[in-house]
């Protein structure tokens, strides 16, 4: 019996981040964009079909112009909700606006060992050694492939990895690796011998598919086409915009807003002309530019913006929104790594995003810790209860009991007190012992981090695959190999 996922849902806290006049701005700049700028889609197939329904071609750039009329008509046709099946019915997700998840992210190249403490380059065992753990936690509620398996051949990595992810955990998958067509089609086989067949995935899909663009305003030939493969066997997929205010796109949050909004709508409008209905969702973890180096930051008020307000222009589209939140710049757990996955997140849950991504990774998505992940889920715990808001009935304000206990007294052993304790939060990793206890010790949340990693990597032991399903996914995964 898988334990329960720890979502939060309808939260009690919100945020005001754009006016719809602001968001109607922005709308319609984008839409103005897709249509007398365009977009770059490398793909014949993307711009037949983009060409078919009105879009000004050009076969030589590659770029499209859509009218944004279209856009608008062919945006509509997406699904507003459905869910992320699992292979466990009990740990589906439905994305139905009124409930956050939190996810590991991707796809980091290195990790820091939990026995060794030593960083070195991820292998395929380090991705299950995750998932296994992962398993283990309510709070995170699906999975991003985490690490790339290094140590497997480049063109079939992505099913290695999701083989050794469904090997060991029930939950869902929403993959960021599989960006060819080939790929897609294996790993959408893959898929249907867990649901149960095709048309079983197309009723339940445990696998969905992310896809970057390429700022500013293209996309890439893989990911296009692999996103179509996706489309048309019923799997969720969303694009994601990485616009980085400086360099791939403005100075100005504005301007990133709406050129990472005419990335991502240009796909899903795309998706929808291709196979009208399709489940898509939108994706986003803009950020801002360094200005001393010009590289990529992983956290800061500008991400922590454009987190919010992506989730505003996702609502307002009626789609799902699958967002960078954790996944701090950080070179370690600490200070910095807390400052920025606590305010991602936060931002985040107050405008109701569907799906949170980044647990666990340091260095903006580079590097795993063991340690960060048990951390990010403390952050996650303390949400969870935040974000519960003040209940207020003739049971919480307690009179009764005030009124037993009186002036000076106490009510640790109130049978009112008894009854309501548990609701009351309590810490995994936060330190609230007496100074001299801990200064016997010296050690924290990092050590017990580290040391809960172990225990549960050394002990928790998921039910295997049916012994058919796992044969099944390895001959997939070895006839790629071989071609």
Known sequence: MSDPIRSIANPAISLNILADEDVGRIHTATLDLIESVGVRFPSERALDILEAHGAQVDRVTMIARVPGHTIEEFLAKAPAGYALSALDPQLDLPLDGHHSYLGTDGCGVE????????????TKQDVSDIARLVDALPAIAFHWVPLSAQD??????????????????RKHVQTETVVTAREARAAIEMAAVLAGGPEALRRRPVLSIMQCSVSPLAHETGSLEAGLVAAEAGVPVGFMTMASSVSTAPATLAGTLVVGNAEVLSALALMQMARPGCPVFYAAAQTSADLRTGAYTGGGPEDFLFGAASNVLADFYRLPLSMGAYATGAKEPG????VDNSFSAFMALSTGADMLLGAGLLHGSRIFSYDELLMDVEIWDILHAMF??????????????????????????HRHTLKHMHERWQPMLMDRRPYTAWEQTRDGAREWAAARAREIL??????????????????????????
């Open 388 to 413: 519960q808001g003040i209940d207020v009935n003739g049971e919480t304000l307690a009179l009764d009991a005030i009124r037993d206990v009186g002036p000076g007294g106490t009510f640790f052993a």
């Open 458 to 483: 050394a002990s928790h032991r998921p039910e295997p695959l049916d012994g058919r399903q796992a044969a099944e996914l390895r001959r997939i995964v070895e006839m790629q190999d071989w071609e």
């Open 152 to 169: 497997c051949p480049p063109s079939t990595r992505s099913l290695h990895e999701l083989e050794a992810i469904w090997s060991v955990s």
């Open 111 to 122: 990790i820091v060992d939990a026995f060794s403490g030593e960083r070195r380059t991820a």
């Open 335 to 338: 200070w910095q790594a807390g």
